[in-house]
């Protein structure tokens, strides 16, 4: 009952026979292999599985990789650009927004495509925008820091090629 | 959590994926943005045989004023029209309860179609667009039909759609001058479903009596309920504190929760009496020309 | 040029590099070639006899390769095993199940999907049992015996008792005053956002077993393996237990899990590598809870406000096995910290463990044992005696506070409180919050029927567990340890015994050993977690990191000054005793320019050390604390109530902690802000409930309610300081201050905000409906 899909992830295109019900999240971390992307919950509430599908950001834990089938999916492994930290990267490490950094790969593609949207945010629009990313350790006071800091630093940057909001 | 097998279909055509419907009946399930239905089939309370994704479907997503009538896509996804401009400009009511509908990742693939055919009580839509007296728009192998929101809630997860019927519009009487709306939603903690939520849409006369009111409850009783004796307290008055808190009451009397992990029921019924104030008062602030 | 911060600065985080570029390698990321996966079918029924289990559904399906059960265990003696509490726990049941959820068989299959199908496809037929999921109940005499296997044809699994019962009852009733109140502090999980897991790899070849897992203390579980398997010949040189990067610890990843001991099970069977990762259901629903004391507790004072005596009385449900993770003298854990930061003259704390049809546990949920409870409930109950006594809490507190002076202070209940100035860090919250003019506009704002509160907590920590003539588990003393190595190159590697688990040890280990060496932090490598080469600890738990690893790191970091002096003696051609110690360097007192770094003895170590001197340098460490340290802190809350909802918003939270001498400012910021945030989730969201049949309610993330940042406030911290004397470093560690003094800040404030209405108490969480109900009955509404 293979399904065959063909999916750009991170500006590569990937082709794979898969089964219809395998979760886009598997998908990427075990037939792609980019293991970033994390599974925190069952019930689609924490976020830790978040990739920007398209340009914006999902659960990839709540959907088929058939479903993603001719799209452009981004993972955290795709911030980075030749080696260079995204602001949202670099926010995170010199505002300590990340303790065990479970949640962190979602929580940074979440900011990725709230910056998108809105590129100076309001401490109540961040905090709103990552509502749906939950975090164990940091109390998310340092997170909130470290976008502010990822969105002064980007404004006037431009976003990594081949992504739109 | 994994879910059970399925065989997938990615229909291009209405027809299609009417088709299909029609072949396998029962064994299958529509899938727009999956957000109800993947959680289910991963905890395997769901186990379609067939899948239709109505994602490759072109047309089925927009959100438009035309002939009188807001129309808003089956495929539209809460996020559009959290961010819609003709939505934030003209109607308070669905773009307050766009923003309250579980978190924003959830409202970049849920669509508005899925949540009014899933049925679900705590579903935010079936309250807020009985509240604006909404109709839906079904298509399937004889066309089109329209289904008045008031009839299209059958019971806890069913609606009056045919097992080859795919929901694919939504239609609001477009907002006049003096109309306004809220959307007011108690939640236990932001991206949670409502322990007990109101919507109110309303239109005033010239005099500021209520022209048109509608009262939409959301999670206390089986279904999306409208609280049709709160209205009537309220047609043909003016919104005044004494008759917004007896509408308030009788809603509350029309409402039918049960006791869960959200609140006993009498916590949730006056909850409605104390939203549905708010709103009204709120909604009728709007009306005015208020914020 | 990389420069030597040491301590006291915020050094940013070596161990960011490989979380922010998604290159953490988590259990779930690691991947061998052949691996098998499991997956656990689990118990519908809170207690039951399981009469059949059929597999042949299971069996059919392709890849599915086999179905365990606890038959197929106890062949080999492993169908129970040791708790850390001298309990014993089931792996999977021979035949009965005590809790919903319970792992009742597990699938082995080629992929993980095919595993879940098999586990969907076990059909196991069930006899249900009476359940008791009432601890009051389950002590009753007619209260059905749930642990047949056991001697004691009882519920009670232990009492224990502290204090002076006869002296505290007569101080009682001579008090002016005394107050009473039943507390019940709920069941409650650590929901790290990484669940447990663990891949197991058996080479049958060498006869070794690698078990990477998702464990707070790897060295303890390689010991437990070895002495629960080593009839089967699993030997302790023969197994290597790496913990990897953990997704959040919080104490849930101390025990063994029953899924663990299946997938080695399973591995050793066939030869192959085993994968077992639990979902988050499986993790809320069977994983150790937390918490779940029901307390009654009593307060005397004098008139004048003075407080003189304390006596609480608790029964704490253990679930269906004592599977809590304290030190073995210390059944409720450290729960005797309960007077807290007052001086009282008599005390007396009783604790019974019950039996319950719950899943078993019991474990320090970043409370340092129990301490979460012990402060809820005295600060909670310091706030009723202060109301009681219509004295403002502040002024009530400051007056019975434990003088400064009175360090090392002994309290009634045998802890020695190593320091402290309590004043100094109450005194500081109320400036930087403003007191004063909360409490003016409380006044105000209840003229207008207006509902705001103020909530104090005053928290006294006690950890770094411990001292090793009171402390151990499974007999395993509870030092910690710390291996240096200085490379010829100046470059050093050094290995603990602890597991961070976001904590950030690879960073504050590093400032601690250039604080001691003048090594800079870049070139030092820190590893934790690899039982094959970090030196024996007992793990991270217990906030016993800073208290007891790093006092190890600093101790072995001074033997190898030691040692580089005589070095430097030798290259300067001076006596040592001639010679001065700045950071990194040693030189002749008086003449400055006459210097040898660290770099250049340490190449020396290595080219041309001193005859009669053992080459290289390089150091262990096993450090046994003198004492326990004691971390205090005051924190004040302000809430904002909603008559008509009854919803509670923090409108502010100061937080002021006191954890001695600060490693890294920014990291122990990051630390409260965490913890205040796991404070806040039992005082107003988390809770886990059962119904009368045993069905858990709230067994995942759509009912446990972790909060968000739309919850969160944004916390506003600050510190004093004051060292342990007895501490290397002057450090007492701070991980798990704000969980434990955050609840009764915030229900204090909540309660405060009603006292006047004639509201007491109300329990945690303290949920909308719970205050529209207490607000209703007395006579509020919108
Ligand atoms: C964590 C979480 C929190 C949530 N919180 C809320 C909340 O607070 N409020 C709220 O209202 N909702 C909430 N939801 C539900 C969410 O809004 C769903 O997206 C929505 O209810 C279903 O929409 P969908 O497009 O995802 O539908 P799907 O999941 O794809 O489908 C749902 C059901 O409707 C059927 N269906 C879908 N589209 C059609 C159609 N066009 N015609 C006929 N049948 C169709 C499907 O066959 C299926 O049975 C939450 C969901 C999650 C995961
Ligand atoms: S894994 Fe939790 S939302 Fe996807
Ligand atoms: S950093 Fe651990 S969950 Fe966010």
Known sequence: MGNRVKITINGSVHEAEVEPRLLLVHFLREVVGLTGTHIGCDTTNCGACTVLLDGRAVKSCTMFAVQADGRTVMTVEGLAQNGQLHPIQEGFHQKHGLQCGFCTPGMMITAFALLQRVPNPTEEQIRWGISGNLCRCTGYVNIVAAIKDAADKMRGTPAPAGERS | ?291 | MAVAHGMGHSVKRKEDARFIRGKGNYIDDLKLPGMLYLDIVRSPYAHAKITAIRAEKALAIPGVLAVITGRDLDKYGLAWMPTLMSDRQMVLPIDTVLYQAQEVAAVLATQRYIAADGAAAVEVDYEPLPVVVDPKKALRPDAPVLREDREQKTNHIWHWEVGDRDATARALEQADVTVEEDLYIPRIHVASIETCGCVAQWDSVDGKLTLWMTTQAPHAIRTVVALVAGHLGLAEHKIRVVSPDIGGGFGGKVPVYPGYVVAVAASVLTGKPVKWIEDRMENIQADSFARDYHITAELGAKRDGTLTALRFKTIADHGAFDAAANPSKFPAGLFSICTGSYDFQSAFVEVDGAYTNKPPGGIAYRCSFRVTEASYAIERMADIMAHELKMDPAEFRLKNFIRPEAFPYKSPLGWTYDSGNYQGALKKAMEMIGYTALRREQAEKRTRGELMGIGISSFTEIVGAGPSHSFDILGLKMFDSAEIRVHPTGKAVARFGTKSQGQGHETTYAQVIAHELGIPEDDIAVEEGDTDTAPYGLGTYASRSTPVAAAAGAVAARKIRDKARKIAAHLLEASESDLEWERGKFFVKGSPQRAKTIQEIAFAAYTNHPQGLEAGLEAVAYYDPPNLTFPFGSYICVVDIDKGTGEVKIRRFVAVDDCGNIINPMIVEGQVHGGLTMGLAPALYEEITYDDDGNIRGGSFMDYLLPTSMETPRWETANTVTPSPHHPLGAKGVGESATVGAPAAIANAVIDAMWHLGVRHIDIPITPWKVWKVLRQNGVTE
């Not at chain 2, 807001?70 to 307050?96: F, N, Q, W």
């Not at chain 2, 990742?105 to 579903?123: F, Y």
């Not at chain 2, 019927?165 to 006049?176: F, R």
Request: include cysteine; charged fraction near 20%.
């Open chain 2, 1 to 291: 959590m994994i879910p059970g097998s399925f065989e997938y279909f990615s229909p291009q055509t209405l027809p299609e994926a009417v088709t299909l419907l029609q072949r396998y009946g029962e064994d299958a399930k529509v899938l727009a943005g999956g957000h109800s239905l993947i959680p289910l089939m991963k905890l395997r309370l769901a186990a379609p045989r067939y899948l239709v994704d109505l994602s490759r479907i072109d047309g089925l997503t927009y959100i438009r004023e035309s002939e009188g009538f807001l129309r808003v896509g089956a495929l539209t996804r809460h996020g559009d029209i959290e961010t819609s401009d003709v939505i934030r400009s003209g109607y308070p009511l669905l773009a307050d309860a766009a923003r309250v509908i579980a978190d924003p990742l959830v409202r970049n693939m849920g669509t508005v179609g899925g949540s009014l055919a899933h049925a679900d009580p705590a579903g935010d839509w079936g309250a807020a667009l009985l509240a604006a007296g909404a109709h839906v728009v079904a298509t399937g192998p004889r066309g089109g039909r329209t289904i008045p929101l008031d009839e299209f809630f059958v019971g806890t997860f069913t609606t009056a759609l045919q097992p080859d019927e795919i929901l694919t519009e939504i239609g609001i009487p477009q907002s006049q001058k003096n109309s306004g709306g809220a959307y007011l939603k108690l939640e236990r903690k932001v991206g949670d479903f409502a322990i007990a939520a109101v919507g109110v849409g309303l239109l005033l006369s010239s005099t500021g009596a209520c022209e048109q009111v509608g009262i939409g409850l959301c999670n206390v009783g089986p279904t999306s309920l409208r609280a049709g004796q709160a209205e009537q307290v309220l047609r043909g008055k003016k919104p005044d504190d004494a008759t917004i808190a007896r509408a308030a009451e009788t809603a509350a009397t029309e409402s039918d929760p049960a006791d869960d992990l959200r609140g006993p029921a009498d916590y949730k019924r006056d909850m409605v009496r104390v939203l549905t104030a708010r709103a009204l008062r709120l909604a009728v602030g709007r009306a005015k020309g208020g914020a």
